[in-house]
């Protein structure tokens, strides 16, 4: 099982980045997928979550309005479009996939990836 995050990077303060996460090893659609987020010193947070089938999303209040998430099954990917970074969006970020299979609760992670926003 392996979840692959790219696209991280240094953008100023308004800028745009979009984050990938490539999944393998598992059945891509039968799991919801999120995106994390860290910053040194803090806990992790949930900043968005996507259904299996993509026909529901959800965001942390933070990034609402300037964040979204999508993902495409044929391609195994999730994405996280991001604009009008700020400052305190500077985290690593990362993709977590989740299911429950008979009872028991599935969970992966990948290893991140850094953003840093910041003129």
């Known amino acids: 099982v392996q979840l692959v995050e790219s696209g991280g990077g240094l953008v100023q303060p308004g800028g745009s980045l979009r984050l990938s996460c490539a999944a393998s090893g598992f059945t891509f659609s039968s799991y919801d997928m999120r995106w994390h987020r860290q910053a040194p010193g803090k806990e992790r947070e949930l900043v968005a979550g996507i259904t299996k089938s993509g026909g529901s999303t959800n965001y942390a209040d933070s990034v609402k309005g300037r964040f979204t998430i999508s993902r495409d099954n044929a391609k195994n990917t999730v994405y996280l479009q991001m604009n009008s970074l700020k400052p305190e969006d500077t985290a690593v970020y990362y993709c977590?996939?989740?299911?429950?299979?008979?009872?028991?609760?599935?969970?992966?992670w990948g290893q991140g990836t850094q953003v840093t926003v910041s003129s």
């Open positions: 977590n996939a989740i299911t429950t299979i008979f009872g028991n609760l599935m969970v992966f």
